[in-house]
């Protein structure tokens, strides 16, 4: 009997051995990810920053673009306008050029 406790006494050593053991291993472990954890949050934090302006500034871009793209459909259109004016006023005065030139000679006789 005397060594059936004394086996049971080493196997209950063993045992919280192995789960000193354990809880120091899983403890260390956790503390290694809470460092990482803060040192990838300190080191994302500014670059999430970053992104954050570069996406306010491409924000800005694009509605200028937009106020851009309509200040040019309407000088498109004043343009078209102003070429529509231009066709008018050449074809005037190429009535005009053929009215002239009849009576100059219609005055020759």
């Known amino acids: ?7 049971a006494w080493v196997s209950l050593v063993f045992l919280v051995a192995a789960l000193a ?22 080191a994302v934090g ?6 954050q302006r570069n996406a306010a ?5 694009a509605n ?19 070429l529509a004016e231009l066709a008018i006023l050449r074809a005037a005065a190429e009535d005009a050029r053929a009215t002239l030139s009849l009576r100059k000679f219609a005055i020759r006789k």
Do not use: C
């Open 1 to 7: 009997m005397a060594r059936m406790s004394l086996l």
């Open 21 to 42: 053991v354990s809880i120091t291993i899983a403890v260390v472990r956790a503390l290694r990810a809470w460092r990482s954890y803060r040192s990838f949050s300190g």
């Open 46 to 51: 500014p670059l999430v920053e970053h992104v």
């Open 57 to 61: 500034e491409a924000e800005r871009h």
């Open 64 to 82: 200028s673009l937009t106020d851009k793209t309509e200040q040019l459909n309407a000088a498109i259109a004043r343009l078209q306008s102003s």
